[in-house]
């Protein structure tokens, strides 16, 4: 499929570096399936956790689990890799996969899920059949008190494993059932070598700055990361900073940083100027914001200017939210923003 | 299954009605007896801990012995026939031994345990479905629904004994599975039990979890006046402690040792931290054990370092009174390892990951050497603050708990750790703002960054770290918690007392309620409890509830905190001037009912200190 598509990739980079055999070993698939970890051992982040259920894999019976951590840190990513690693050729027959996005009522863990616990599947010794409930979080409270019976009454043939973001929307009864793993977010050097890992196999052509970009805009989440660049890659061919938040479509944070550098010195006109500049990009009020937030938490300012932005941010991304998405909120925002730092006679 | 299809008896006259059911009694049966240890090491790789080494002897269980001797009084009552004694009800935090208890009696009693699981529905109505446009062809018969499936399992279980095994004359029913539409419509479980009642012989043990945040399912499904009127009697298990906990682990680990050889066996504080992350729940524990165990042993201790450190300074400095089962904090100085360590193999979400996290932020280290990063203009000199160690938001993502959730600990505990009631204010300013970000309940999603920014380092910008010198200091679950729970059920109780009533619910609080109980407590009588709960209200609560955040009591603290507000009430309301009380009394039931039962977590009261 890939070889008859290439002549048709137009838009494909005619960068140098680029040559024919990525592009057909490129295809089109999404890079976060095809770059998803297999083994264990490719898993980036969490080790510890990691090796211990390697470990599980090899010695077979893990108890009930529940992965619990941010979006994109890999948490279905170990489940997955886990129930390969127990069920290896069966992992067909022997895995119940669900997610968000099934239909999960309590009718679905009446039916559903029981049915299957209650099939007889010929797996290897020792061997349990595995049910994923990713976004487990998202299940409504009845199913989850429906599926706790459940999860001992099969426990001899059956194993669950659920996938959440925050845990404290899992019943407790549930929560008793399982051993809690708790991940934690990436950090920027493990997106970034795993980008950069990506960028060598791909053989794209990238600038550091565009790497690093990436690595912003992912914030720890590895699947943002392997997202925007693969649309970076694909859409634009080359991977700077300037394409990459072209694709992303976000102000570009050196702009954001500066205009905060300026409301630090009271320089309310040179703040307002990139302001003023963002908006007629045309980007919307919201992502302007939140791109604010995020930079001004990662710029390097006094412990109590930061705490007063945050405050002051916070605010008018409430009052945006509430639809007052104008840019004279902005601008408000700049100008309370630079009044931080003045003495307060001037001020009033 | 394949195991099980061997071992398959025929345990009751309807089990063939669901296949479930019949599964899940031999379970029962065949797992909870592991005579020989060779059968064990068999099923060893197949089986969960909690399963394989389940208790089988009273002596096995982690159960306080006064609670095994009441439910074991009621069994022996129950079976010599004395009247009024068919129902019981069990209920407790989740892993405390509610069902195992259970179990163990039976079996030593000689009863026939059976258990009601809900059967899988083949049949499925669709909601959006209009009943009546839908063609139902003539003859065809609806399938039974749940109520009457379920109905038609208690009548016969209770009515008859066992063919096959005749030696267990009477039949125990276990329902802890409880079908979902008794959950939303109660009136309908009471229906068939008052039916059961005139009918059946057998006894009937019902079990209910309990949870923290929520409203407990005991009150909905069994209100207090239908306990009265089945005569049923209500044992609360609690929290299991952590010396016996420990026992049990050590069971485990024992007969682990015996039938796979010597295996390591980890060390005694290893075990005990892990016993400390469980918080009372003897399952979670052995799940965590199960999952500890499986590496070297001796990393095992390191993945708990964290935890160990403190465990050992509060042993070094025992306290009055409360034991080193308190958890004390030391000034976190651990680096992120040990962070991370402990986030890697938790319990439940309990007390001791939290500490940390608090600790981090309300002790809030700086660093003295560095010297100061940004200099702030002359007039905002009083604001400048050395660096600060830790970095608030990963403090906050390495949490993985909401920010309003996050910010009613931080609210609970904060008081003690700031010197002057200058800081107090500023820090508390920073929370209200926090709060009015996580007013708006339809994008909080988008503000939690916010709100928790905000708040923690609101909180560590306000401290000036004079106050260090108290070095040890208890953290505390947040009241609100079970204010919250109590609120709900003590309405939920009104709205059924006075159901009769027309008037609203502001009135019935206000108006009603307190005249009642003033009448009824001048007339001398009024055993009435929620009346006298909601129209007596005193300051009697914030006194009551120090509830020490992981500690065992923690969790039992919860329904004792109710006994203990009655009586307050009962002793000091006599003496107390009323009228002074009046106001503050209507003040506080105002409040109350505003707050809606919607399960947002807002700061509501203020804990005086």
Not at chain 2, 389 to 415: D, P, R, W
Request: with cysteine; aromatic share 8%; hydrophobic share 35%.
């Amino acid at each position: 499929m890939a070889d008859s598509a290439n002549p048709m990739e137009t838009d494909q980079p005619s960068t140098s570096r680029q040559n024919q055999t990525s592009a057909s070993k490129t295809g089109h698939g999404p890079w976060i399936e095809k770059y998803r970890p297999i083994l264990f051992t490719d898993i980036v982040g969490n080790e510890e956790t990691v090796a211990r259920l390697e470990v599980f894999a090899k010695q077979g019976n893990v108890p009930n689990i529940i992965i619990a951590g941010p979006p994109g840190v890999g948490k279905t990513t170990t489940i997955l890799c886990l129930a390969r690693a127990l069920l290896g050729p069966s992992f067909r027959e022997g895995v119940l996969e669900l997610n968000a996005s099934n239909d999960r009522g309590i009718d679905v863990v009446r039916n559903k899920i029981k049915m299957f616990a209650q099939q007889k599947v010929t797996l290897p010794k020792g061997c349990h059949k595995i049910i994923i409930l990713d976004e487990a979080d998202s299940m409504t409270e009845g199913a989850q008190q429906a599926l706790r019976r459940t999860m001992e009454i099969y426990s001899s043939t059956t194993r669950f494993a659920l996938a959440c973001n925050s845990s404290e929307k899992i019943i407790e009864p549930i929560q008793s059932r399982c051993a809690m793993l708790r991940y934690s977010k990436l950090s920027d050097s493990q997106v970034l070598r795993k980008v950069l890992d990506v960028c060598a196999k791909e053989n794209l052509s990238y600038t550091e700055d565009g790497i690093e970009a990436i690595v912003f805009t992912a914030q720890g989440d590895m699947r943002q990361a392997l997202n925007n660049l693969q649309s970076t890659a694909q859409g634009l061919g080359h991977v700077s900073s300037e394409n990459v938040f072209k694709v992303c479509d976000e102000p570009h944070p050196l702009l954001v940083k500066e205009m905060l550098q300026h409301c630090v010195k009271t320089n309310f006109d040179e703040a307002y100027k990139i302001l003023a500049h963002l908006w007629k990009m045309g980007y919307a009020t919201e992502d302007i914001i939140s791109n604010i937030f995020r930079v001004c938490k990662n710029t390097p300012m006094a412990e109590y200017m930061k705490l007063e932005f945050i405050k002051e941010i916070g605010y008018t991304h409430l009052r945006i939210i509430q639809g007052t998405s104008s840019l004279l909120q902005l601008s408000g925002l700049l100008a309370r923003l630079c009044s931080k730092s003045l003495e307060s006679s001037l001020v009033s | 299954m394949a195991l099980k299809g061997s071992k398959r008896k025929l345990t009751g006259w309807v089990t063939p009605s669901f296949d479930d059911f019949e599964v899940s009694s031999s379970t029962a049966q065949t797992k909870r007896r592991p005579k020989g240890s060779g059968k064990k090491s068999a099923k060893g790789g197949l089986s969960l801990w909690v399963d394989l080494y389940a208790p089988t002897k009273r002596d096995d269980l982690a159960v306080h012995k006064k609670k095994i001797e009441e439910v074991e009084t009621w069994i022996v009552e129950a079976m010599s026939g004395i009247r009024g004694r068919q129902f019981l009800l069990l209920s407790g935090p989740s892993g405390c031994g509610k069902s195992a208890t259970m179990r163990v009696l039976a079996r030593e009693a000689g009863l026939n345990l059976i258990e009601w699981i809900n059967p899988t529905s083949s049949y499925y109505v669709s909601v959006f479905e209009d009943e009546e446009s839908k063609w139902i062809p003539e003859g065809y018969i609806m399938p039974p629904t749940q109520i009457e499936v379920f109905q038609e399992f208690f009548l016969r279980t209770c009515k008859y004994s066992s063919v096959c095994e005749p030696s267990k004359k009477n039949n125990l029913v276990l329902i802890e599975d409880f079908p979902n539409v008794f959950l939303r419509d109660p009136s309908s479980l009471h229906t068939v039990l008052r039916k059961f009642r005139n009918v059946g012989s057998g006894l009937v043990v019902f079990i209910v979890t309990d949870t923290t945040y929520r409203q407990s399912s005991v009150k909905t499904l069994f209100p207090a006046d239908i306990q009265q009127e089945l005569s049923m009697i209500h044992i609360q298990f609690n929290a299991i402690a952590n010396s016996i906990l420990l026992k049990a682990l050590n069971r485990i680990l024992g007969m682990k040792s015996m039938c796979e050889g010597s295996g390591p066996i980890p060390s005694r504080e290893a075990l005990e931290s892990l016993i400390e992350a469980s918080g009372g729940d003897v399952r979670s524990s052995v799940n965590a054990l199960q999952f500890a165990v499986k590496k070297d042993v001796r990393q095992l201790s390191e993945l708990f370092s964290g935890t160990r450190k403190s465990k050992r300074l509060s042993k070094s400095k025992p306290r009055n009174g409360s034991k080193s089962s308190t958890v004390l904090l030391q000034e976190p100085q651990g680096s992120q390892d040990d962070f991370g360590g402990l986030a890697a193999v938790g319990g439940k979400d309990t007390a001791l990951f939290l500490f940390r996290a608090l600790g981090k932020i309300l002790y809030c280290k700086r660093d003295t050497e560095m010297g100061i990063m940004d200099p702030l203009p002359k007039h905002l000199k009083a604001h400048e603050r050395m660096p600060v160690l830790e970095n608030a938001e990963e403090v906050y993502e390495k949490m993985a708990m909401g920010a309003s959730t996050l910010n009613t600990f931080l609210h609970q505990n904060m008081t003690p750790f700031y010197a002057d009631i200058d800081s107090v204010s500023q820090a508390l300013h920073y929370m209200t703002d926090a709060d009015v970000l996580a007013s708006e309940w339809t994008d909080r999603g988008v503000l939690e960054d916010y709100v928790a920014s905000v708040s923690v380092r609101g909180l560590m910008h306000a401290n000036k770290g004079s106050v260090s010198s108290g070095g040890l200091r208890t953290f505390t679950r947040p009241q609100w918690f079970s204010v919250h729970k109590q609120h709900q059920e003590q309405l939920s109780a009104l709205k059924y007392d006075y159901r009769n009533s027309f008037l609203s619910l502001e009135e019935l609080t206000t108006v009603l309620v307190p005249l009642k109980a003033k009448v009824d407590a001048a007339r001398g009588k009024g055993n009435f409890t929620v009346t006298r709960d909601v129209g007596l209200f005193t300051h009697s609560f914030s006194k009551s509830t120090a509830e020490r955040l992981g500690e065992h009591d923690a969790h039992n603290g919860l329904p004792e905190m109710d006994e203990e507000l009655c009586l307050g009430m009962t002793k000091d309301d006599d003496e107390i001037s009323r009228n002074a009380l009046q106001s503050n009394e209507e003040l506080a039931d105002d409040n109350f009912s505003n707050d809606d039962a919607d399960e947002d977590f807002r700061i509501d009261e203020f804990p005086d200190d």
